[in-house]
């Protein structure tokens, strides 16, 4: 289900986004506005970049000895019209000329909405991020006032997850959002181990995103693996101004196995077991009573392996529905 909302709504939302740190994420961390770095161009193409060096004091903008100085005020929009941004930006004012080792001297930085820099008079590199969308222009600075207007020709994704009726848990699932390039959906990684309600400010484009549902639950996996087998992909397009809510539906159960001798039995220790699918890809491979793991809708085959023997059966998942897998013994 994909809905979206107008460019209002979403300068209030990502205003508060701003103002409230993500979580911890699965993979890695997803910072609610990152840094200059982390940014990508509508589209998803690489953002022109500006390497910044350590600050230098203001009045940098050229090795020409300065004569004036004025002030420029700075503000964004989403599209090419209002509202203004109310918050989350990250201004930097760099001096347009380059320094010998390439790199341009970071003059002066903001996180205000709309902030007003006095400087020097002389030619500046000024570059605004908010969340993965960046823009940059030349401005000119001499002996007086002036202003810019940034467009800034972004909007958001927000996603959230259902197993059956209910909505997923943020720590058990797991977004990621890529670029895609001709026939290669994943190209380009942007985001890693986004949350479900996490706003992600990102510039107009096309965007996949892989849902990834995570077990916070099952004991006895003989490596730490959180991720399952249930995965949601979907193709979405953000548009400037929008706030893109997407829900993904996964279709996955909770699965306990046990080995026994008869069916319905107590369940024998010491007992490891392989789920693999019926064309022999393995899955997990667990150890224990009573071991446990999240499953994808499907046919499945468990072989336990018991005092030197080997057993096997098949068995379906159903979305919702956690059960025990029995194997018997004979």
Not at 135 to 154: P, Q, W
Request: some cysteine.
């Amino acid at each position: 289900m994909i809905r979206n909302r107008p460019s209002a709504r979403l300068a209030a939302l990502l205003f508060l986004a701003a103002a409230t740190p993500a979580g911890a994420q699965q993979v890695q961390p997803v910072p609610a506005r990152p840094p200059l770095p982390a940014q990508v161009a509508p589209g998803g193409q690489p953002a022109p970049q500006v390497q910044p060096a350590v600050p230098g004091p203001a009045g940098g903008a050229a090795d020409a000895p300065q004569t004036g100085r004025g002030t420029l005020h700075l503000s964004a929009t989403l599209t090419a019209d209002p509202p203004l941004v109310r918050g989350g930006l990250r201004w930097r004012v760099f001096a347009d000329a380059a320094q010998p080792d390439g790199t341009r001297r970071l003059v002066a930085e903001s996180g205000d909405a709309q902030p007003t820099f006095d400087l020097p008079d002389g030619r500046y590199i000024v570059h605004a991020t908010y969340g993965y969308a960046g823009t940059m222009k030349r401005v000119d600075i001499a002996g007086r006032a002036s202003s810019e207007r940034f467009n800034l020709n972004a909007g958001a994704i927000e996603v959230d997850g259902t197993l059956g009726d209910a909505a997923i848990p943020a720590d058990k699932l797991s977004i990621a959002i890529y670029v895609p390039d001709h026939n290669n959906p994943e190209a380009k990684l942007v985001v890693a181990g986004a949350k479900p309600a996490q706003v992600i400010c990102l510039p107009e484009g096309s965007y996949h995103i892989v849902s990834t549902y995570l077990d916070t639950e099952g004991v006895g996996s003989l490596t730490p693996v959180s991720n399952t087998n249930s995965t949601v992909a979907a193709d979405l397009r953000v548009q400037a101004g929008k706030l893109l809510l997407a829900t993904v539906k996964h279709r996955a159960a909770m699965l306990t196995l046990k080995l026994v001798n008869t069916p319905g039995g107590e369940a024998l220790a010491n007992t490891s077991f392989t789920v693999l699918t019926p064309g022999g890809d393995v899955i997990r491979e667990l150890i224990g009573a009573f071991p446990s793991l999240v499953l994808a809708e499907g046919d499945y085959v468990a072989i336990a392996r018991h005092a030197g023997k080997t057993y096997q059966s098949e068995f379906k998942v159903q979305s919702a529905r956690d059960s025990d897998v029995e194997v018997t013994a004979h």
